[in-house]
């Protein structure tokens, strides 16, 4: 059997999941009639204290719908350079709504509030006018690198300061206050939207929620029609995401500590260059020349390990629900028998 640590993306429904899934009362969610969806969109706003949520296909679309709503064609999101909204929307910004970006480079993928109140175009009629920043926590290509509560409150004084609209991807948010011990409502407060991913650590099939104020969400329901996001009897899918919440948030520790574990067995090893601070379920890590990313994952799948060249000399582990205790033991002695 393989050991899939390519992504937390990869896990699978789990019976119980499954079961709220079958049972889950839907009806037609264009229509606005779909109870579990409308559910799971209430549950969603009311855990991190905002107004509405809005249920999408994908957290690339509940991203690229709130920078279509906060901003206009021409004006400019200030964001750092290896965030997924930027490095990993295939231009989406650009095509979807014609934004402009001002990109930050940033200790593991994190910006600062100085540098973004140092980025703020004038009014200037030669510059486009910055609308919003965008944050990401954790931060994936960071390996998973969280932000300070103090930092994230900073970012956002300086957006309510020049009237910049705030947003976080929060695709793997709740791996983030696993760490920090921040609630959900204190998160909330910081932004004027947030995006969840329910398909990352929380082990659902499909599906992210996007979250701000009534009128916001309100926008935000005819983007996704727009671009093609309007689900029918999507309450299956919510159902998966009600019971993901329900029960897999407080495990997310489970992974962290693997991870962690996965970090100071490579940091052992000799053909191991670095391995990035290991904050929560992500591990990158560094092989040493002539060795290469892609050499070191070719040689694991190879012994039924799977894991991502994330660049040139870099591979990437994600820890998930269904990478088990027995799973994080076989995997250690794989890495620690490859032989260069
Ligand atoms: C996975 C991910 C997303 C959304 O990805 P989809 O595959 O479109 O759901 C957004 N931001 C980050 C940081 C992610 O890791």
Redesign the pocket.
Known sequence: MKIDLRSD?VTRPTPGMLEAMFSAPVGDDVFGEDPTVAALEAKTAALFGKEAGLFCP????T?QIAARVHARPGEEVILHKLS??YY?EAGGLMSNSGLSVCLLEGDRGRITAKDVADHINPDDLHRPRTAMTEV?NTM?KGGGAVYSNQELAAIGEVCRNNGLKYHL?G??VFNALAVTGQSTRECGALFDSI?I?L??GLGAPVG?VLLGDHEFIRRARRVRKVFGGGMRQAGYLAAAGIYAIDHHVERLKEDHRRARQLGEALQQLQWVSEVLPVDTNIVIFKVKEPLTASMVTGKLAEEGVLAIDFDRQSVRLVTHLDFTENMLDQTIDIIRQLKF
């Not at 994908?58 to 679309?61: A, E, I």
Request: charged share 20%; with cysteine.
């Open positions: 993306t994908s957290g690339t679309m991203n997924h909204v990993y990401e994936n991807d695709a793997r995006s991913c398909s990352k992210s």
